[in-house]
């Protein structure tokens, strides 16, 4: 069952879902989603700063007294069609305070406005201006959580097939890497999950590739079909009560067996975008303290 907390926030995400089901305007439903910052709490010490990163707008989170020279760079849930950074900054300011290390929060286009690959284009633009203001890539984490989580390694994948430097390390947060809903978890899971439905991942994948000609399993979007080899060190954390569980594990045999150092971790008990949490549930604050180790191990952060 997980702590009170953890069941609060199932319980927030339940009633969050049933708004959902009662309209099919998607800008209601990303007023809907703009609650989930709700669940974190305000993390101490970090400020914030929107700026133009290269042509996309994008959400600094600086805690006081982090590193100038290492990055998060980060990809928001909401299946490219709902939220932003703003949702957002809170929980990802809670993993940046416990890495040490600023975040950049890419605020890429929506869908069905813009449809892929704007997203992931624009996730490219944000990190291609990191380059340029001289970060070198080796201390550039990319993250992100849900769809987010799909961006944070496919950014990798961008940067491989455009002969751009890879990033240090890629933090991946309950994924959506099937964009075809292929993995048996969607159904068998459907009871567990509060926050997603098949139906609802459904319409967000049409959405995405409405008119683009782009199919759900094109390995450009779909990374159950990408090739993963000489991905960077990557850390894959999920919850087991989430649909996309399968997406998570799946893509780590893949991803191990194409000779990448894989890290893979649940959370019992943890729900869909756990970092959510950040800040008011215990387990997710140890979940923090873990990514956060590992992502300073991995980007070679100094001690503070």
């Known amino acids: 069952m997980g702590s009170p907390e953890l069941q609060h926030m199932a319980a927030f995400y339940e009633d969050m879902a049933a708004k959902f089901l009662l309209t099919d305007n998607i800008g209601v439903w990303r007023d809907i989603s703009e609650s989930l910052h709700l669940l974190a709490s305000e993390p101490e010490g970090v400020t914030y700063r929107e700026v133009d990163a290269g042509g996309v707008p994008a959400l600094w989170a600086v805690p006081a007294g982090s590193s100038s020279e290492h990055v998060l760079l980060h990809s928001h849930s909401g299946g490219s069609v709902v939220a932003s950074p703003w949702m957002d900054r809170k929980a990802v300011g809670h993993l940046a305070r416990a890495t040490g290390v600023p975040a950049l929060l890419v605020d890429f286009r929506l869908a ?3 449809a892929f690959p ?36 496919n950014l ?16 991946s947060m309950s994924p959506w890497f099937d964009i075809a809903l292929d993995n048996p978890s969607i159904d068998g899971k459907a009871e567990l999950d509060k926050m997603l439905s098949r139906t609802q991942l459904t319409a ?3 959405l995405m590739l409405e008119g683009t000609g782009v199919a759900k399993t094109d390995p450009r979007i779909n990374l159950q079909h990408a090739d993963l080899a000489g991905l ?3 850390f894959v954390l999920y919850g087991d009560q989430e649909i996309l569980t399968d997406d998570s594990e799946r893509f780590a045999v893949r991803a191990r067996a194409a000779g990448v150092h894989v890290r893979l971790e649940v959370i019992p008990g943890g729900q869909h975008n756990f970092l959510f949490g950040a800040g008011k549930v215990p387990e997710i604050d140890e979940a923090v303290g873990v990514m956060a180790a590992w992502l300073r191990e991995k980007l070679g952060v100094p001690a503070s």
């Open 112 to 114: 069905p406005e813009h």
């Open 118 to 153: 704007a997203q992931t284009d624009d996730v490219r633009d944000a990190y291609r201006w990191l380059l340029d203001q001289g970060y070198e890539a080796a201390k550039i984490a990319t993250v992100g959580h849900s769809i987010g989580g799909n961006y944070a390694v």
């Open 156 to 171: 990798a994948l961008v940067a491989r097939r455009e002969g751009l430097p890879l990033p240090g390390a890629v933090l």
């Open 204 to 206: 967000f994948g049409d």
């Open 232 to 234: 960077p060190p990557t």
